[in-house]
C-alpha cells in the first residue's frame, strides 16, 4: 500500500490493499458466521451482519445462553476484542496470519469463556471456497490500509444513515454484510418479490430467496467496483427502464457489468462537498427504483426534521 491519506474521506486504493482485503474478508466471515450461529433468524438475514463501530466492527450483542458476548475488529489498536457479559474479556492480536490460524485462535478464545461456535466452516459467495481451517493462503494484515477502509466505512456509514432518515417504510439498518463485503442498506416498497434465480457462488440459492424475497431498492459501499471502491444501488426486481434513469452526480453511472449505479468512491471524495455527492447519489437512484417501480412513496417517505422547531413533548429524561 502507497501513499494513503488520513483525511476524513480517506484515499485508499483497492489494488494497495488486496492482500489484506481478502484475508480480512475471510477473518469478518468467521465472525458473521458465530454471530450467526447464536442470533435467531430475522428477516433477509440481519441477524448476521456486522456494524460500524466508533473503533472499527462488532457483531453488536449475540445472545448466549441466558447472557450474551461480542466480538469486535478493533481497527486503532488492532485486536479482537471478545467480551462477556459475565464480565470477562478477551483480545487476539491483529496482526499478519494465515486464515486458518485465525481460525483455530478465535474458537481457542470463545472456549476458554465457554461459548460453543460451531459453524459452517467455509467462506461463501467466493471461488474457490477454501475451508477455514485449511486456509494458509490468505495471510496479510496491513494495519494502515485496514485502519483507512474503516474510516471509509465511517463515512458511508454516517452518510447512508442520514439517507435512511428519510424512510418511514420497512428499511433495514446500515449494516455490513460479510459474505459480499459490503455496507448496505436496503428500503421495502411492501410488496413481493418473485423468487430470486441464485446462482451467488458457494451460496444455497435459498438464501438469495430469502434475502430478496419483497421488493426492494438496496444500496451501500464496498471495496471493488471503483479505483477506490464504489457506492452502489440497484433494485430488485429491476423495474423496466431502471437504468436509464437519469442520476446524480457526475461521475455515477449504470453499469452493465454489475447491473447496478455505481458512484466511484475517488469521484465522491474528489467533490466540493463528498457529502452532498454521495446523498444525491442515494437520493436519485432510489427515486429511479420507487418511480419506475411505482412505489406509494407517499406513505412510505417523511422528512427526518418534521420535529424540528416544536414543542413536541418529551419523555422522562430525554434531553
Keep these: 500500500m502507497t501513499g494513503p491519506t488520513t483525511t476524513s474521506w480517506p484515499s485508499l486504493r ?9 484475508t480480512l474478508h475471510m477473518w469478518t466471515q468467521i465472525v458473521g458466521k458465530i454471530r450467526m450461529a447464536h442470533a435467531p433468524l430475522l428477516n433477509h438475514w440481519w441477524q448476521v451482519t456486522l456494524y460500524v463501530s466508533p473503533r472499527g466492527l462488532t457483531t453488536s450483542t449475540i445472545p448466549h445462553r441466558t447472557g450474551a458476548f461480542e466480538i469486535e475488529f478493533d481497527f486503532i489498536g488492532h485486536q479482537l476484542e471478545v467480551r462477556s457479559s459475565s464480565g470477562e474479556v478477551r483480545s487476539l492480536p491483529l496482526r499478519p496470519m494465515p486464515v486458518a490460524e485465525f481460525y483455530t485462535r478465535i474458537l481457542d ?40 477502509f474503516w474510516r471509509q466505512l465511517l463515512q458511508a456509514n454516517r452518510v447512508i444513515g442520514e439517507f435512511r432518515s428519510h424512510f418511514v417504510g420497512k428499511v433495514s439498518p446500515v449494516h455490513f454484510f460479510w459474505g459480499g463485503m459490503d455496507l448496505a442498506c436496503t428500503r421495502f416498497s411492501g410488496r413481493s418479490a418473485p423468487p430470486h434465480p441464485g446462482g451467488v457462488p458457494n451460496c444455497g440459492d435459498w438464501v438469495m430467496v430469502e434475502g430478496y424475497s419483497r421488493e426492494l431498492s438496496s444500496c451501500g459501499f464496498w471495496p471493488g467496483g471503483g479505483d477506490e471502491g464504489a457506492f452502489y444501488s440497484y433494485a430488485y ?3 423496466e427502464g431502471f437504468a436509464d434513469q437519469p442520476i446524480a452526480p457526475d461521475g455515477a453511472y449504470f453499469s452493465s457489468e454489475f447491473q447496478q449505479f455505481l458512484l466511484p468512491y475517488e469521484a465522491a471524495r474528489a467533490a466540493p462537498e ?25 406513505s412510505l417517505e417523511d422528512d427526518p426534521s418534521r420535529w424540528h422547531g416544536t414543542s413536541a413533548p418529551q419523555r422522562h429524561g430525554s434531553a
Design 14 to 22: 483497492v489494488s494497495d490493499w488486496t492482500p489484506t482485503r481478502e
Design 109 to 148: 478464545t470463545l472456549d476458554q469463556l465457554q461459548i460453543e461456535a460451531a459453524i459452517r466452516p467455509h467462506p461463501n459467495e467466493v471461488d474457490p471456497a477454501i475451508p477455514f481451517a485449511e486456509d494458509h493462503t490468505h495471510a496479510s494484515y496491513d494495519g494502515e490500509a485496514a485502519a483507512l
Design 237 to 239: 426486481p429491476e423495474p
Design 274 to 298: 463528498p457529502d452532498r455527492a454521495v446523498a444525491e447519489f442515494l437520493h436519485t437512484t432510489y427515486e429511479a427504483a420507487a418511480n419506475r417501480g411505482h412505489w406509494d412513496r407517499g
